[in-house]
């Protein structure tokens, strides 16, 4: 088999992603686990995240088999993957734009919980960084269907496999992860 960005990446998750401690970490879906991904180490490292971008881009979103004219997730941890993708589609002569869904509607200004050109697109694939029970995600795609934009699969890096995916698909989101977690130890 050809080396794959998959494989760069999984490399680069078991060096500086995952940790395990005796003592749980706090997750933000508020459970606790003894592992712990903080999947930034390779989001906010300009190589790494142009990788991660080529990763979906070429090996996972071919096989969604879905039109979609952006992309985006709940802040912060949708919105570096979001504006990779973005990019990396724009290099290849394609206009995917990037969406920023706020966690709440911000109280100045105009108001918006969703920033980006929200109002040209009809569907978004929304895009999380780590899913464990899906919550921000679920929040993303609820903010994104109130203002009519279509939402039916997801991406995400790594999914916990705690109920994340099983609470997307009862909403009618189809996730797709690079990884599971079950493969780090």
Same mark, same amino acid.
């Given at each position: 088999?050809?080396?794959?960005?998959?494989? $760069?990446?999984?490399?680069?998750?078991?060096?500086?992603?995952?940790? %395990?401690?005796? #003592?749980? %970490?706090?997750?933000?879906?508020?459970?606790?686990?003894?592992?712990?991904?903080? =999947?930034?180490?390779? #989001?906010?490292?300009? *190589?790494?995240?142009?990788?991660? @971008?080529? =990763?979906?881009?070429?090996? /996972?979103?071919?096989?969604?088999?879905?039109?979609?004219?952006? !992309?985006?997730?709940?802040? *912060?941890?949708?919105?570096?993957? @979001?504006?990779?993708?973005? *990019?990396?589609?724009?290099?290849?002569?394609? #206009?995917?734009?990037?969406?920023?869904? +706020?966690?709440?509607?911000?109280?100045?200004?105009?108001?918006?919980? /969703? $920033?980006? %050109?929200?109002?040209? !697109?009809?569907? =978004? *694939?929304?895009?999380?960084? !780590? /899913?464990? #029970?899906?919550?921000?995600?679920?929040? @993303?795609?609820?903010?994104? +269907? $109130? !203002?009519?934009?279509?939402?039916?699969?997801?991406? =995400?890096?790594?999914?916990? $496999?705690?109920?994340? +995916?099983?609470?997307?698909?009862?909403?009618?989101?189809?996730?797709?992860?690079?990884?599971?977690?079950?493969? %780090?130890?």
């Amino acid at each position: 088999m050809s080396h794959s960005y998959r494989d $760069e990446l999984f490399q680069w998750m078991k060096t500086y992603v995952y940790r %395990f401690s005796e #003592t749980p %970490f706090r997750l933000a879906s508020g459970l606790e686990s003894q592992h712990y991904f903080n =999947c930034k180490e390779v #989001t906010l490292h300009p *190589l790494r995240l142009s990788i991660l @971008a080529e =990763c979906f881009i070429e090996e /996972i979103i071919p096989n969604l088999n879905i039109e979609f004219e952006a !992309v985006g997730g709940l802040t *912060l941890g949708a919105d570096p993957i @979001a504006y990779a993708i973005s *990019l990396a589609y724009q290099k290849r002569g394609k #206009t995917i734009y990037p969406l920023v869904i +706020r966690k709440e509607s911000k109280g100045h200004g105009t108001g918006q919980q /969703i $920033e980006g %050109f929200w109002k040209e !697109v009809k569907s =978004c *694939l929304v895009v999380d960084d !780590v /899913i464990t #029970t899906g919550g921000s995600t679920l929040k @993303a795609v609820k903010v994104l +269907r $109130e !203002v009519g934009i279509q939402v039916s699969k997801g991406i =995400c890096i790594l999914d916990r $496999e705690e109920g994340g +995916r099983e609470n997307l698909e009862s909403e009618n989101v189809s996730m797709s992860s690079i990884f599971a977690k079950s493969e %780090f130890f």
